[in-house]
């Protein structure tokens, strides 16, 4: 089922409002039921979130359609002639009111992130050696450049989220896929990049990128999301490159609180099986969990998430699985299945990539789920997240991408010495970072 949030094609289904409504969707009778805890991530409650993102469509002359995917929704941005916006599609999950304003919001993310919107005067050109003399100095990204090169690369200067630190220039291509594209050749000329990413371009990923409502919110996701993906690249390379599934921590599902075992018995539901939680919480403190099960006892499916709120990083897994699942019924397996060919070289790398944890699981560490007192607040979940990761001497940088007229924000985030070996699971044949080489010879955990 398809509509149009200013109009347009499809009825909405029974018990869900047309999206050209007031409020987003209702709740449906089998998804847990309560309002939404943000768990203080959030700046506005979920009717003043859809209400800023409908007015930023406005603002963008965007018209979203969206889909019900049973279990997830998806938005697709759209200019007035129906012609698609360049990457504006965008996926939402949890509860159905929660999900439809996250699609939203992830499609206007992934829009404002496209290279074609990319402003040439937020762009620096630098020589590679610049970027290995500093803070980039052991990353494998950009060590895989060609240090020789004369051809400078353009990069994003970012501002340290410390206060104290220096600005570090990041190249571009490390968030912005879409910079190495074909289409994309006449903008790198035009900025005077005429470097060859060919060694590296298999690094670049969207991680660190997110959007909000404010600034605030949007850094906080963002930072969170880099802290997911680093406990995520470990936990890959502990189990396939290192000790195995013995280095893993499986979360008794009866120690969950009522809440999570209900979101928890919606997944089981969702995939017809069980369902894992995995705690990959490392050194960094900031509770990280994966929840792992195979969709129809057929291919493995993920859900990740990380917060200073273990209940929300839980939820945050479990409603990213469902997301999966949903997108693979309704899309067929295919869709959500990664493109491995470039691994087959590399059996280590190819296990990895297709992260089935289910064989390692009997080897798995029985745990059971903590809950953490968290922030009220936007501004003070970046706090904690920034002390958490200063505190392991890793230094967090911010550029804003976009910001509208109506303060919606999208910013892009990284974390130096942090890993992206998550990127495997693309089918990008990456290889870990230090701190990942050093996991395999002792466990990054708090």
């Given at each position: 089922?398809?509509?149009d949030v200013?109009?347009?094609?499809?009825?909405?289904?029974?018990?869900?409002p047309?999206p050209?409504?007031?409020?987003?969707?209702a709740?449906?009778?089998r998804?847990p039921?309560?309002?939404?805890d943000?768990?203080g991530e959030?700046?506005f409650?979920?009717?003043?979130?859809w209400?800023?993102?409908r007015?930023?469509?406005?603002?963008?002359?965007y018209?979203?359609?969206?889909?019900d995917?049973?279990?997830?929704?998806?938005?697709r941005?759209?200019?007035a002639d129906?012609t698609?916006?360049?990457?504006g599609?965008g996926?939402?999950?949890?509860?159905?009111?929660?999900?439809?304003?996250g699609?939203?919001?992830?499609?206007?993310?992934h829009?404002s992130?496209?290279?074609?919107?990319?402003?040439p005067?937020?762009?620096?050109l630098?020589?590679?050696?610049?970027?290995?003399?500093?803070?980039?100095?052991?990353?494998p990204?950009?060590?895989?450049l060609?240090?020789?090169?004369?051809?400078?690369?353009?990069?994003?200067?970012?501002?340290?989220?410390?206060?104290?630190?220096?600005d570090?220039?990041?190249p571009?291509f490390?968030?912005?896929?879409s910079?190495?594209g074909?289409?994309?050749?006449?903008?790198?000329a035009?900025?005077?990049d005429?470097?060859?990413?060919a060694?590296?371009a298999?690094?670049?990923t969207n991680?660190?990128?997110a959007i909000g409502s404010?600034?605030?919110?949007?850094?906080?996701?963002?930072l969170a999301?880099?802290?997911?993906?680093?406990?995520?690249s470990?936990l890959?390379?502990?189990v396939?490159?290192g000790?195995?599934?013995?280095?893993?921590?499986?979360v008794r599902?009866?120690?969950?609180?009522?809440?999570?075992?209900?979101?928890?018995d919606?997944?089981?539901r969702?995939?017809?099986?069980?369902?894992?939680?995995?705690?990959?919480?490392?050194?960094?403190?900031?509770?990280?969990?994966?929840?792992h099960?195979?969709?129809?006892?057929?291919?493995?499916?993920?859900g990740q998430?990380?917060?200073l709120?273990?209940r929300l990083?839980v939820?945050?897994?479990?409603?990213?699985?469902?997301?999966?699942?949903?997108?693979?019924?309704h899309?067929?397996?295919?869709?959500?299945?990664?493109?491995?060919?470039a691994l087959?070289?590399?059996?280590?790398?190819?296990?990895?990539?297709?992260?089935?944890l289910?064989?390692?699981?009997?080897?798995a560490?029985?745990?059971?789920?903590?809950?953490t007192?968290?922030?009220?607040?936007?501004?003070?979940h970046l706090?904690?997240?920034?002390?958490?990761v200063?505190?392991?001497?890793?230094t967090?940088?911010?550029?804003?991408v976009?910001?509208t007229?109506t303060?919606v924000?999208?910013?892009?985030?990284?974390?130096?010495?942090?890993?992206r070996?998550?990127?495997?699971?693309?089918g990008?044949p990456?290889?870990?970072?230090?701190?990942?080489?050093?996991?395999?010879?002792?466990?990054?955990?708090?």
């Open positions: 089922m398809s509509t200013h109009g347009g094609s499809g009825r909405p289904a029974a018990g869900r047309d050209a409504g007031d409020r987003p969707a709740p449906h009778p998804d039921q309560g309002p939404p943000h768990g959030r700046a409650d979920l009717t003043e979130a209400h800023r993102a007015r930023t469509l406005r603002h963008l002359g018209r979203p359609r969206l889909t995917l049973g279990g997830a929704w998806r938005c941005l759209l200019h129906q698609p916006v360049p990457a599609l996926a939402g999950k949890g509860d159905p009111a929660a999900a439809r304003v699609a939203v919001f992830e499609a206007l993310e829009a992130t496209h290279a074609g919107v990319l402003r005067d937020h762009v620096v630098r020589p590679v050696r610049a970027l290995t003399a500093g803070a980039w100095g052991t990353d990204a950009v060590l895989a060609d240090p020789g090169a004369r051809a400078p690369l353009a990069c994003r200067t970012h501002t340290a989220l410390d206060g104290r630190s220096p570090v220039d990041v571009v490390l968030s912005c896929p910079y190495l074909a289409d994309a050749a006449p903008l790198r035009a900025l005077g005429t470097h060859d990413y060694p590296a298999r690094y670049s991680s660190g990128t404010t600034r605030t919110e949007a850094l906080v996701h963002a999301e880099v802290v997911e993906r680093d406990a995520y470990l890959l390379a502990a396939f490159l000790p195995g599934g013995r280095a893993a921590r499986l599902p009866e120690s969950l609180p009522d809440d999570l075992a209900r979101w928890h919606l997944a089981r969702r995939v017809h099986g069980p369902v894992h939680l995995l705690d990959m919480t490392t050194d960094l403190g900031v509770p990280a969990f994966s929840a099960a195979r969709c129809g006892g057929g291919a493995p499916v993920q998430g990380a917060s709120s273990a990083a939820r945050r897994a479990l409603t990213e699985l469902v997301q999966c699942a949903a997108m693979a019924d899309d067929g397996a295919d869709a959500v299945t990664p493109d491995l060919r087959r070289p590399y059996p280590a790398l190819l296990a990895a990539g297709r992260a089935d289910g064989p390692h699981l009997a080897a560490r029985p745990v059971d789920f903590h809950d007192a968290a922030p009220a607040t936007p501004g003070g706090r904690g997240l920034v002390a958490a200063a505190a392991r001497g890793h967090p940088y911010a550029a804003d976009r910001t007229a303060g924000c999208t910013v892009s985030v990284v974390v130096p010495g942090l890993e070996f998550f990127a495997v699971t693309g990008a990456v290889v870990p970072g230090p701190r990942a080489r050093a996991h395999l010879s002792g466990p990054v955990v708090p």
